[in-house]
């Protein structure tokens, strides 16, 4: 069974930068789509970004565009999520999640969860 692990939250100040790690195992995750997604309280979970499985194509939210960075390695069965200039409004738990290759921005397209790693962002 596949497992996500999420890592690398923690409270920052704004205009300050975070990278987020997904360790998968379990099976291989190549030929998949990787997302990550973000839950602020009170709010439903929303697309921040995904990647393609041989990382040639990116996708993000237009909230994050310019500021955050998705990338994968293969051989690591490894993601990321770089986020730079960070804003009070980037704060939430985090999740990667693993879906088909065709996988689009919504939560409903995702197989596997992470537990989700937590990001607070002070003003």
């Known amino acids: 069974q596949e497992q996500l692990v999420e890592s690398g939250g923690g409270l920052v100040q704004a205009g300050g930068s975070l990278r987020l790690s997904c360790a998968a195992s379990g099976r291989t995750f190549s030929n998949s789509m990787m997302g990550w997604f973000r839950q602020a309280p009170g709010k439903e979970r929303e697309f921040v970004a995904r990647?393609?499985?041989?990382?040639?194509?990116?996708y993000y939210a237009d909230s994050v565009k310019g500021r955050f960075a998705i990338s994968r390695d293969n051989a690591k069965n490894t993601v990321y999520l770089q986020m730079n200039d960070l804003k009070p409004e980037d704060t939430g738990v985090y999740y990667c999640?693993?879906?088909?290759?065709?996988?689009?921005?919504?939560?409903?397209?995702?197989?596997?969860w992470g537990q989700g790693t937590q990001v607070t962002v002070s003003s």
């Open positions: 999640a693993t879906g088909q290759y065709y996988s689009g921005p919504y939560p409903h397209d995702y197989d596997y």
């Open positions: 990647v393609t499985w041989s990382g040639g194509r990116t």
